[in-house]
């Protein structure tokens, strides 16, 4: 496989300043993209994000907003193809995650999930499909979660928000081909440095371990790779669902 297969590229990373998010960024710049960085609130960290890819030799460049607000998300690729003249990738990663018994779920809290989660992710889409179009080879690459399929009482509101993600990828991979290859990666239980290790995802798990970001940013440059992948999803979970 080519050493930059990602050369002249342009990807954006949504949710890009940390964990996951930063991980897949700091990978496709290694891949020789050059790299948006979306964030919401963690202007210092994507700064630090978009600063390890300068040292790469890649372009970087960081775009607040609030992936919930259409306005916004048009603005930010607005900005996108002003920055670059360009994109090929999207690679929808923003997303929220907390417990919440269901007996005592908000609507705000709801709300908040499904737009963060799913919401963004469609709007995203829908705002990068002309730049995506013109590059001829466009990617999106949407993160779910084994939540899609492992339901959850704690976690509803999160297990709905990714299984939407689920067969948003799938719709959006049988409206927007042969132009545009969808595709999803769900990850299992993804931890960083400084973080407790949980003990009983390993016991669970076949391969009796977490994973870490790295895990999930090779499962998207892959996909990003392929040329005969569509609206499939990814398991990456250490073997967790075969439990």
Known sequence: ????????????????????????????????????????????????????????????????????????????????????????????????????????????????????NLKSQYLCAQAALPLLRRSKRGRIVNISSIGAFQPKPDHVHYCVSKAGVVMLTRCLARALGPEITVNSVAPGKIQFPGEEIDQGYIRRSPLAKVGGGEDIAETVLFLIQSEFLTGQTILVDGGRMLT
């Not at 990807?11 to 700091?26: D, F, N, P, Q, S």
């Not at 919930?68 to 990663?93: K, P, S, W, Y």
């Open 1 to 116: 496989m080519a050493e930059s297969p990602l050369a002249g590229q342009v990807a954006l990373v949504t949710g890009a300043a940390k964990r996951i998010g930063r991980a897949i960024a700091l990978r496709l710049a290694s891949a020789g993209a050059d790299v948006g960085i979306n964030y919401s609130h963690s202007a210092g960290e994507a700064a630090s994000v978009a600063e390890e890819i300068r040292k790469m030799g890649r372009r970087a460049a960081t775009f607040p907003g609030d992936l919930t607000r259409q306005a916004d998300v048009r603005e930010m690729f607005r900005a996108v193809e002003i920055e670059f003249g360009r994109l090929d990738v999207l690679v929808n990663n923003a997303g929220v995650f907390f417990a919440a018994p269901f007996a005592e779920l908000t609507e705000e809290q709801w709300d908040f999930t499904l737009d963060t």
